[in-house]
């Protein structure tokens, strides 16, 4: 499972998933996946709606408790049953694609809230660094709007900044672009791939070919719970081994 | 006759409003309105109510209804967070005491609590206030539990995730993000509950009042039996209205408005 591209890795990865299952009741979701991402790496999960992909990445901060297996983020295993899961989930920071950002609250508070209330910054200090992630994504001006003065493009991008504000370890993106309309996709995907620059792990549901093979080191396709290939995104995009991912690369292309 | 469908009906209609018009006419000429006013708005008797109706009763109604509501809120709230708890007991215990406590006409829970609990312990009422409030606000809280509960399940999932994903433990989530929007959403029902509370502290008297606990329904009561005229309770009754209106109207537009701000 090494073929990564060429970027400098530590021995040991950040996140570590090893014989995943979920169940909700009788539905089986996740049926044994592997996975392992290293410091730096930028990994897209495709595949078809159902696989289970969201599911898994929802698994990696908990928000989905695994049936069996283990999950391992930055050395800590969030499986573990003595692990602190709120002190745990301090090492993701998530995106969502219904931005979720807190209704009653402006943008500069929904990004100062949890550095405040979880890691006890002071106000100051953390409306510095909002500010500071807030110009990152475009949206210095916007610090006293309230969420829902924002297109969806501007929620994401602030949605965003509430993630690094945390100084996530790894950022797990969960279809971050599906409800945008077509014209605010754009700015959500180059914040993105700053990051990804940048140098941040990630971790990337998505149904955004180009962004996956542009910007991911690997691509990962899930269907019916399992793993099915993964690679180099030229790879898997562009010559894909297996009959599933060809099919469902068709599929999507034919749109 | 040859009358179009459209046309028939236009005649039922104006033989309806003429019918409806002739009936007030015929109420309004039979009626002794000089009788009538002296029964129940006698203007001597209703100077004579003041001002003891609004230091006296309507202090007292005030006093009960603010108790009540305090105390209804703040056991309501833990009630619906109990009733929505992962601890199936909580669940259970919420679940009970607010099926009992709305399923009881408030009437016979006064009785119970303000007579059947002294009785059958021995143990007294501080005071006649107390005795009053404590079981309004019981009974309060089984209502408002579930006002409160509906506010928090319209809460979108989401905002418990997000707030989860940063950190944030159930109870602090619960506190700083959850909360605080359901009461957004909750502000005209629980308006409403607010009203009903002033209304049934009209109750209250059933447990016995001194003179200085009279409430506003008292008031009236024993203002009609001084007078042998029904003025003291009609001027009961507009006073509770001076209370009630301007609260439904405000509930009322705060509905409109988020209504109108969720477009």
């Known amino acids: 499972m090494n073929q990564h591209s060429g970027t400098p890795m530590s021995a040991e990865p950040l996140v570590r998933i090893e014989q995943l299952h979920k169940r909700f009741g009788d539905n089986h979701v996740l049926r044994g996946i592997d996975l392992e991402v290293a410091k730096g790496e930028v990994v897209c999960i495709i595949g078809p709606s159902g696989s289970g992909k969201s599911t898994l990445l929802r698994c990696v901060n908990m928000l989905e408790e695994p049936t069996e297996g283990k999950v391992v983020v930055g050395g800590v295993e969030l499986t573990h049953r003595d692990c602190d899961i709120d002190r745990a989930r301090c090492i993701t920071g998530m995106v969502f694609q219904q931005f979720n950002l807190f209704a009653h609250m402006s943008v500069i508070d929904n990004i100062t809230i949890a550095p405040r209330k979880v890691l006890k910054r002071d106000r100051s200090a953390a409306e510095q660094k909002a500010k500071m992630l807030l110009d990152r994504v475009g949206l210095a001006e916007k610090a006293d709007a309230y969420p829902a003065q924002l297109s969806g493009g501007q929620q994401q991008r602030v949605a965003i900044a509430r993630a690094l504000a945390m100084d996530p370890q790894v950022m797990l993106f969960d279809e971050a672009t599906s409800a945008l309309d077509p014209e605010l996709v754009g700015d959500v995907l180059n914040v993105m791939r700053e990051l990804a620059e940048e140098g941040m792990t990630m971790l990337v549901v998505t149904h955004e070919m180009g962004f996956a093979r542009g910007v991911a080191d690997r691509v990962v396709f899930m269907d019916g719970g399992y793993i099915v290939e993964q690679g180099h995104p030229e790879q898997v995009l562009g010559a894909p081994r297996e009959e599933r991912t060809q099919r469902f690369l068709s599929n999507v292309r034919e749109r | ?263």
């Open chain 2, 1 to 263: 006759m040859s009358l179009s469908r459209r046309q028939r009906l236009r005649l039922l209609r104006g033989v309806t409003y003429t019918a409806t018009v002739a009936a007030l006419v015929l109420i309004f000429l039979v009626v002794d309105w000089g009788e009538l006013g002296g029964a129940l708005f006698k203007w001597d008797i209703v100077t004579d109510q003041f001002p003891d109706i609004l230091t006296t009763a309507l202090r007292n109604t005030v006093i009960f209804t603010i108790f009540g509501f305090i105390g209804g809120l703040s056991l309501g709230l833990l009630l619906a967070i109990m009733r929505l708890s992962k601890v199936k007991p909580y669940r259970w215990f919420a679940a009970t005491y607010i099926e009992v406590l709305r399923g009881i006409p408030l009437l016979v829970t006064l009785l119970i609590l303000g007579f059947g609990i002294p009785i059958a312990t021995g143990w007294q009422w501080p005071n006649p206030y107390i005795q009053g409030a404590v079981p309004l606000a019981l009974v309060a809280a089984a209502y408002i539990a579930e006002t409160v509960r509906a506010g928090i399940e319209a809460v979108p999932r989401g905002q418990m995730e997000a707030a989860r994903s940063l950190g944030m433990s159930y109870t602090r989530a619960m506190a700083t993000i959850i909360i605080p929007q359901a009461f957004r959403i909750i502000v005209p029902p629980l308006t409403n509950e607010f009203v009903l509370l002033i209304k049934d502290t009209s109750l209250i008297s059933v447990l016995g009042v001194t003179a200085s606990t009279l409430d506003l329904a008292r008031f009236g009561r024993n203002g009609v039996n001084d007078t042998a005229n029904a003025t003291p309770l009609v001027v009961a009754g507009l006073v509770y209205l001076a209370l009630t209106v301007p609260l439904t109207q405000l509930a009322a537009w705060m509905e409109r408005r988020s209504k109108a701000g969720r477009r």
